[in-house]
């Protein structure tokens, strides 16, 4: 379980993120939805120890904070949403990096680090860019790339920062089902933001609703992807049906209401 209780996050002197709260159980998938700004990126890094923040984050009762990196490296895995790559670096190289919180300082990679990252990379449809310099990689397939390298640390909670926004429509199902099977086989725990909220209710067990920097809804997809909500918060026109169950987003332009 991974509980975030009063995180406040101040950026160049503003307040960013005030008093955000959650608990995601074992093998659940959240996802944070809001609009441009609203702070889903901030709350994601600030979970990840990577800001100075209010409140506390919590795996198994256990502050993060008070971690040392390479303990919380084999909780919680982070995927970035625009990390900076070293371009002359190969695939499997930078896939592999995911796997020091294993390594014992000043050893080198074991035969199962490899075999780990092998399959990892394969599972993502990347075994063939293995030994390709990452700065001769599609926008896509550099997302693929950071996606493999947190799956490589396999550690039992993801945070996923838009793991498919640059990824066609064949890969982005191919990734949400892969992370799908990864929760409901091994118990991962997934947290990502996601702009696309059909996405969202298709794949999310329940969702966080972040707006100017506060929870303004929170709960399973049904409750959250309100054309009442999505109307306010994202100034937008849209329809909602629920054609299998779970909600559907539409962009209705306001000529055709
Ligand atoms: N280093 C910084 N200094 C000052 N303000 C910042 C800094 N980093 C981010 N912000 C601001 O914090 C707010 C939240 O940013 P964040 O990246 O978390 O939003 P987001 O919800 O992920 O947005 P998007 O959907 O556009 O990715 C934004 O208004 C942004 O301009």
Partial sequence: MIEVRGLGVRLGGRAVLGDVGMAVPDGAWL??????????STLLKAMMGLLPHDGEVLVG?????????????RLIAYAPQNPLLPPDMTVADYAILGRTPYIPYLARETA????VTRSVLARLDL????????????GGERQRVVLARA?????????????TTALDLGHQQQVLELLDRLRLDDGLTVVTTLHDLSLAGQYAD?????????????????????????TRHFDAHVQVTHPHGRPVIHLIRPADR
């Avoid at 996802?31 to 889903?40: E, L, R, S």
């Avoid at 396999?154 to 838009?162: C, F, M, R, T, V």
């Fill in 61 to 73: 009762g256990r502050g993060v904070r008070r971690m040392k990196p390479r303990e919380r490296g």
């Fill in 127 to 138: 075994a063939a860019f293995a030994d390709r310099p990452l700065g001769h990689l599609s």
């Fill in 151 to 163: 799956l490589t640390q396999q550690a039992p909670i993801l945070l996923l920062d838009e793991p």
């Fill in 112 to 115: 199962h680090d490899r075999e």
């Fill in 206 to 230: 329940s969702l966080l609703l972040l707006s100017q920097g506060h929870a303004a809804a929170s709960g399973p997809p049904q409750d959250v992807l309100t054309e009442p909500l999505l």
């Fill in 31 to 40: 996802a944070v939805i809001g609009p441009n700004g609203a702070g889903k």
